[in-house]
């Protein structure tokens, strides 16, 4: 019985969630918190300092219907300007939730701190978030760089990541814009930017993001593809013989319900590699071979 109610509360549409005036600010106010204070929305004002260039609709939605439900369980945090003026640090999407469900007032952390103290809080809660693209992580981190003025060493240490993984995000801001727009908006991965770092040529860079997009290659084929590009020894005709192979890889995927891999040598001889998730998965398709 539980359950069922569970899903009919998962099932309400966002539109029925705003209209209903029955259980507005009064029930979220019920929810114990244990924030500073409450204030009013309208005395709150933007982050300039926000990192995130852009909100995802979906998530957005499951927040505003998971504060009807139970409330904000993070409050926002603001520092002070005035009397009357409070200025958003971190909780951007907390407080569009809130407008858009009409509510007047937002539980608060009040935070003394500067323009920079202000910018480094933002960037360093966005940065943990798991909704960020490759691209606004990069962002993130050379902000931090340049108007923390903190080393990657430093940088490391501050956000708990090795310097290896922050130095790898950094690469990919040496990308052409619109590959950088393509890793941004999913056509690519952040492996296939990572592939291209190194080709300072942004015409060929294009091309091969281009390839990328049309043939749908793996990273493992992108980063082949480049290597044939670079090394003289490498026949041309090797490369295309790795980008003819596509749709036969697309076909032979879509057969096995699996990941496939074709992997091929300068002598155009290869193996072909098939990812299974458990031993029924390999049988099955072990069976799907043999038939």
Do not use: W
Request: charged share 30%; with cysteine.
């Amino acid at each position: 019985m539980a359950k069922a109610t569970k899903k009919q509360v998962l099932g309400r549409g966002l539109t029925s969630i705003l209209k209903d005036s029955k259980n507005k600010a009064s029930t979220i106010s019920k929810i114990k918190t244990n924030y500073s204070t409450e204030i009013e929305i309208s005395k709150i004002i933007l982050n300039p300092f926000q990192p995130r260039s852009a909100f995802n609709k979906e998530k957005l939605e499951e927040l505003i219907i998971s504060i009807k439900n139970i409330g904000l369980i993070q409050p926002i945090t603001v520092k002070k300007l005035s009397k009357n003026e409070f200025q958003l640090i971190s909780g951007e999407r907390r407080l569009r939730a809130f407008k858009q469900l009409k509510i007047n007032k937002i539980p608060c952390y009040i935070r003394k701190a500067n323009d920079q103290e202000s910018l480094e809080m933002a960037l360093v809660e966005n940065i943990h978030r798991q909704d960020l693209d490759a691209i606004e992580i990069a962002i993130s981190y050379n902000r931090l760089i340049e108007e923390i003025k903190l080393t990657q060493e430093e940088l490391s240490d501050k956000i708990g990541k090795k310097r290896s993984t922050v130095s790898n995000y950094l690469r990919l801001l040496k990308l052409n814009p619109i590959i950088q727009s393509g890793i941004k908006d999913g056509f690519i991965s952040m492996g296939h930017g990572r592939a291209m770092i190194n080709i300072d040529d942004e015409k060929l860079q294009l091309s091969i993001y281009e390839k990328i997009i049309s043939k749908n290659l793996s990273v493992r084929n992108t980063e082949r593809l480049i290597k044939s590009l670079k090394d003289p020894h490498i026949k041309k005709k090797n490369s295309k013989v790795l980008l003819d192979f596509t749709k036969e890889k697309n076909k032979t995927e879509k057969n096995l319900d699996t990941k496939v891999e074709f992997i091929f040598k300068n002598d155009n001889s290869g193996k072909i590699i098939l990812s299974f998730k458990s031993k029924s998965d390999f049988q099955r398709i072990v069976k799907k071979i043999n038939e």
